[in-house]
């Protein structure tokens, strides 16, 4: 039982480049987060996911996409790296059913992401 | 806005004393509370959460104390070990709203042999 995988762990970009951020679950959760950890900030949602095919903003999405294609996978984008979207992102995910919501969100190891 | 601080609050404690981690929640109406651990290069890890309808929740070395008339939640760690080094937060949600928990910016706990 692996939880909460997100690939890759660091990735180095240039300005206007785009990439993809996979996070995985096999513990058949319902929703699925992404955040964004900054220095002194703590984390920030981007955007969730309450199901497969249904996704939601967060209080940070500008810049970002997502898609939930499968259950236990949650993909985030960047169409066009930014600077200030140089941060360690981290993914969650929790049950869902009776008494979801007063379930902890599980979370993965992050992924170390620099824009040059 | 965004904040400024990039220096977190810092408990220094001995070795086998107990720590006490401090929390004030935002939302009056939040009824589920969770206290997560997170190590350098690690993604936060649960230790604890308690519900509204309760104002103290024990674990393993570990104790969380509710108090909804301040709006402030505590984390103890009974006989605090070098691995207990770590930032510790709190997280906050009202369950019959919103399925987004709200973080705070966390404690770094720094425990000396």
């Known amino acids: 039982n692996a939880g909460v995988t997100q690939t890759p762990k660091f990735r180095v970009l240039k300005t206007g480049q785009s990439m993809t951020l996979l996070c995985a679950q096999d513990?058949?959760?319902?929703?699925m987060y992404w955040y964004r950890q900054d220095p002194g900030m703590g984390l920030r949602l981007i955007h969730y996911?309450?199901?497969?095919?249904?996704?939601a903003k967060g209080e940070v999405p500008d810049g970002y996409n997502v898609s939930r294609l499968k259950k236990q996978n949650f993909l985030l984008g960047l169409e066009s790296a930014a600077p200030s979207q140089t941060s360690v992102y981290f993914c969650a995910s929790t049950g869902a059913g009776k008494g979801h919501s007063n379930q902890p969100q599980h979370f993965g190891d992050g992924t170390r992401l620099s824009i040059l | 806005g965004e904040s400024v601080g990039l220096h977190l609050p810092t408990l220094s404690v001995q070795e086998g004393d107990n720590s006490i981690i401090n929390c004030a929640y935002s939302?009056?109406?939040?009824?589920?509370f969770i206290w997560y651990k997170q190590e350098s290069g690690k993604g936060p890890q649960f230790i604890i959460d308690i519900r509204s309808n309760m104002d103290k929740r024990q674990g393993q070395r570990v104790t969380v104390l509710l108090n909804k008339t301040v709006k402030h939640l505590s984390l103890q760690i009974a006989a605090t070990q070098p691995g207990d080094s770590a930032v510790y937060f709190c997280?906050?949600?009202?369950?019959?709203?919103?399925?987004?928990?709200?973080f705070g910016t966390g404690t770094l706990l720094a425990v000396q042999p």
């Open positions: 939302n009056s109406a939040s009824d589920y």
């Open positions: 996911s309450v199901g497969e095919g249904t996704t």
């Open positions: 997280a906050e949600l009202n369950t019959g709203a919103t399925n987004k928990l709200i």
């Open positions: 513990m058949n959760h319902e929703y």
